[in-house]
């Protein structure tokens, strides 16, 4: 009886682990990607709170170019990219680009302390229940949406980029 109870005892355990390591494959690797946002569709609309006190939707932006950049400050290239960033809205700001970067929940202290440290201009929005970044179905950090005046998604970049990067993007975006 013993024997057989450790054998049953293995099997479950085995199972369990099995379901287990599936369980968090799929999470980060698998899953349905359908209505993921893409190239040529629509960035799902959103509304959260910026860290001037305000509160700003996607829809403010409507007509304009959008650069729409999940980031935070736990992520190297996010930090790395974000002055550069800065430095684009402030050549671009004129022609009528609009940077939106959205915080990855970190709390608000940390958000408000990197945004003092880089100087950053342009809106810094909260994704607090980090329910935005499940919309755009976001896998890794930093995730950038270059959106078209036109509200149709031109590209996005998983991962950081350098400021000529950015630029040649955001040239892109102003030409449409």
């Known amino acids: 009886m013993g024997?057989?109870?450790k054998t049953i005892q293995i099997v479950i355990l085995f199972a369990v682990l099995l379901l287990g390591g599936y369980a968090i494959w799929a999470a980060l690797f698998g899953g349905d990607d359908a209505g993921r946002?893409?190239?040529?569709?629509?960035?799902?609309?959103?509304?959260?709170?910026?860290?001037a006190g305000g509160v700003q939707s996607l829809s403010d932006y409507e007509g304009q170019p959008v650069v729409i950049n999940f980031w935070g400050s736990f992520c190297e290239p996010c930090v790395k990219e974000m002055p550069e960033f800065e430095r684009q809205y402030e050549k671009w700001k004129d022609r009528g680009l609009a940077?939106?970067?959205?915080?990855?929940?970190?709390?608000?202290?940390t958000v408000n302390n990197f945004v003092s440290r880089f100087d950053l201009s342009y809106p810094i929005l909260r994704d607090v229940d980090r329910k935005i970044e499940r919309q755009y179905g976001l896998r890794q950090y930093p995730t950038t949406f270059f959106v078209k005046p036109d509200g149709t998604i031109m590209e996005v970049v998983v991962g950081g980029m350098l400021e000529s990067d950015i630029n040649e993007r955001v040239e892109r975006l102003l030409e449409l």
Do not use: Q
């Open 37 to 51: 946002p893409e190239a040529g569709g629509e960035p799902p609309s959103f509304t959260l709170a910026d860290t």
């Open 3 to 5: 024997k057989s109870r």
């Open 99 to 109: 940077i939106l970067a959205i915080n990855l929940s970190e709390d608000t202290l």
